[in-house]
């Protein structure tokens, strides 16, 4: 069984940071990849960025240079640190774990940003 729990949202004005927090427990040694989405209201879900087992990294083009995937292992936690947050970066946003064969979703944390 595996938990995912996101922490970190809330209101911040343009041009302002929030760090994201996803905090995983169970079984979680064989994660292959780690994924942060985000779904503004109307819209499909969105993935912003992507850490593998290997540590590479990426990210959707409209983030790129301004958010940060990272893990602590010893904590069993991804972050998503944003920087020079816009209006359109408002939404709500989800960690997810690629174990095995499995998907594993955490609850969402709401990101907005005022202009």
């Known amino acids: 069984q595996v938990q995912l729990v996101e922490s970190g949202g809330g209101l911040v004005q343009a041009g302002g940071s929030l760090r994201l927090s996803c905090a995983a427990s169970?079984?979680?040694?064989?994660?292959?990849?780690v994924n942060w989405y985000r779904q503004a209201p109307g819209k499909q879900r969105e993935l912003v960025a992507v850490?593998?087992?290997?540590?590479?990294?990426n990210y959707v083009d409209s983030v790129r240079g301004r958010f940060t995937i990272s893990r602590d292992s010893a904590k069993n936690t991804v972050y998503l640190q944003m920087n020079s947050l816009k209006p359109e970066d408002t939404a709500v946003y989800y960690c997810?774990?690629?174990?095995?064969?499995?998907?594993?979703w955490g609850q969402g944390t709401q990101v907005t940003v005022s202009s």
């Open positions: 997810n774990f690629l174990i095995s064969r499995d998907s594993y």
């Open positions: 169970g079984s979680i040694f064989s994660t292959n990849v």
């Open positions: 850490i593998t087992r290997g540590g590479i990294r």
